[in-house]
DNA sequence: GCTTTACCTAAACTTAGGTTGAGGTTTTAG
DNA sequence: CTAAAACCTCAACCTAAGTTTAGGTAAAGC
């Protein structure tokens, strides 16, 4: 069955492909080299893809809109047995994993935004004493790590810039 | 006055900046060459830095935290008069400024988010008519532009997934 | 005064995500 | 049958934001 349908389907050439999936050819060959998609050869060595290839390359693109690496995408296919063409479910499970990721991403840019509103008020950021302006001067001594807006509560932290000197 | 600012004030070396600042040295080269910070020479060649360089690395650290390219950063800073050290109010508009565009990214990605919260729920990726899963065939149809996301309502469009044929 | 540390420049190297070009083969259209 | 269009591989190139290395000079500590 498998192999019947590998003989039996339509296949694609790589110049229909990007054109259908609105890539360069280049691209095509890029993804291949990294495992992305995968294609077939004709007698004269040209490559042949089945049409599933459109759906892979339609996730591929849908993960880069979420920015997620072209590695970790490849990890995400990978996990589907074997190449296969992505289903509904499979897709389900794919965008699930990507949106928590989408979520944090959204949270951190919140977390910025929500600190850069709060030194717009006080100005601090040219003041010694501002958390955004000389983290290592105070998250060192305050010792809470070496890293901003990891946590939410830092951002909170940023809205009462203070000005003791300067 | 401004002549014997230059003079009078403590000059930091390459290696005082790095550490106070938290970055590599080859990182202040690198600023250097992009224009983003400026340096003296004392007799020996060595560079010397105003104390304020502190405060642009900080703006320009600030700026990557939300995203901003280097090169967007130079051009904010390089608004500046004469490359004069960021003061409240300059921070107050630079940091305005860059908050527009991450208002910007954020929205677009929780436009992203919605699209895949719709998608996941029908599952649409797997067929021909979903307008994430074949952007040329709906987007190009509907000759509604070739981007998606671009705009909110393409976003909401994607909520509404069918399932036509497949 | 000597040794270690810090500093200098210039160029090469790194990762990600491709694009471009050269030189050669296959397929397709007339 | 022939010419053009499409395809092939391999290697080099591109941007961003730096880092690393090599070979040499300056400054600081004892």
């Known amino acids: 069955m498998s192999d019947s349908t590998l003989r039996d389907e339509p296949r694609l050439s790589v110049g229909q492909v990007a054109k259908r999936a609105d890539v360069a050819v280049s691209t095509l060959h890029f993804y ?3 495992g992305l998609i995968r294609s077939w050869r004709n007698t004269g ?3 042949r893809y089945k049409k ?4 892979r390359i339609a996730v591929i693109k849908a993960g880069q809109k979420m920015g997620i690496s072209l590695s970790e995408i490849q990890e995400t296919l990978g996990q589907l047995p074997q190449s296969r063409t992505p289903t509904k479910e499979d897709w ?5 994993f ?11 840019m919140m977390r910025v ?5 709060g030194c717009i ?3 601090c950021l040219s003041m010694k004493s501002c958390p955004m302006y000389n983290p290592d001067d105070i998250v060192a001594k305050e010792s809470n790590g070496a890293v901003w807006l990891e946590q939410p509560e830092q951002a909170r932290a ?3 810039c203070y000005d003791k000197e300067n």
């Open 32 to 34: 291949e080299t990294k």
């Open 45 to 47: 060595n040209q490559r």
């Open 52 to 55: 599933d290839v459109l759906r």
């Open 92 to 96: 389900a499970n794919m965008s699930r």
């Open 98 to 108: 990507w949106q928590a990721q989408l979520d944090e991403k959204i949270a951190y």
């Open 113 to 117: 935004r929500e600190m850069v509103d």
């Open 121 to 123: 008020g006080c100005g």
């Open 158 to 160: 940023a809205k009462n």
